[in-house]
């Protein structure tokens, strides 16, 4: 007979949940649902950039990792960075287009490589953002939603706020 304990802990240690897909915070997700079409109006290329964008951020934030991350685990971001800019071009939606040019602004944090903290807070956010855009977007059925982004009926989005102070912060 298997306590309820040990199968929480047997659910908890699943290959599922060691990493690749869950928040900085531990949440398990799901696998991202497959993005064949047009998804809210959105073009197909731009819901499947963030479906992909979502699933770097949960391999390089998930499961506690963003407690160690610099800005040497990102390798190249500078390519992520263009590539993203790219996509840019293809959304008509402006709060969608702030939601990226917010991706790219926390991904340049990063490039910059200051401290270990900043670095922690901005791939903190762009995961947040693609997050809740992989939800909006591709209706991804994941919970929390962070807030971190304007598609959501053009809210005022928490992220800006930091961002803001981020970039006003002296250099050390």
């Known amino acids: 007979m ?21 928040t900085e915070d531990g949440v398990v997700l799901k696998e991202p649902k497959e993005a064949t079409e047009d998804v809210s109006g959105i073009h197909t290329e731009v819901s499947t950039h963030i479906q992909q964008a979502h699933r770097y951020w949960n391999e390089q934030t998930g499961y506690g990792a963003i407690d160690n991350v610099t800005a040497d685990d990102f390798g190249d971001i500078s390519t992520r960075i263009e590539d993203t800019e790219e996509i840019i071009d293809k959304i008509e939606n402006p709060q969608l287009r702030k939601d990226f040019d917010n991706a790219v602004r926390w991904q340049q944090v990063i490039e910059a490589k200051p401290e270990k903290e900043k670095v922690q807070q901005a ?6 953002i693609y997050h809740d855009l992989d939800e909006y977007v591709n209706d991804y059925d994941e919970a929390p939603l962070f807030g971190a982004t304007h598609f959501d009926n053009g809210s005022i989005a928490e992220s800006d706020k930091v961002l803001e102070q981020v970039e006003k912060a002296p250099e050390d």
């Open 2 to 22: 298997i306590v309820p304990g040990v199968l929480a802990l047997l659910h908890f240690f699943t290959p599922f949940s060691l990493g690749k897909n869950t």
């Open 123 to 128: 791939a903190r956010w762009t995961h947040r």
